[in-house]
């Protein structure tokens, strides 16, 4: 979804993402463009189950 949405961000802009069990295997399946710089555990009043908010970056071209 990054690679299709890449044009619409800003080189400073970020992807927040609402996922729920940790998607280690998404994660570990971004493309070398892209890095999670943040992910928060979230508590969502009335739900049991996990939700986690991912903040993702563009890398810089070196």
């Known amino acids: 979804m990054l690679i299709q949405t890449e044009h619409l961000i800003d080189k400073k802009g970020v ?8 998607p280690q295997v998404e994660v570990d399946g971004l493309s070398n463009s892209f890095q999670v710089k943040k992910t928060i555990p979230l508590v969502v009043p009335g739900l049991v189950a996990e939700r986690h908010l991912l903040i993702i970056k563009k ?4």
Do not use: Q
């Open 59 to 62: 890398k810089p071209i070196s």
């Open 15 to 22: 992807w927040l993402a609402m996922k729920g069990v940790y």
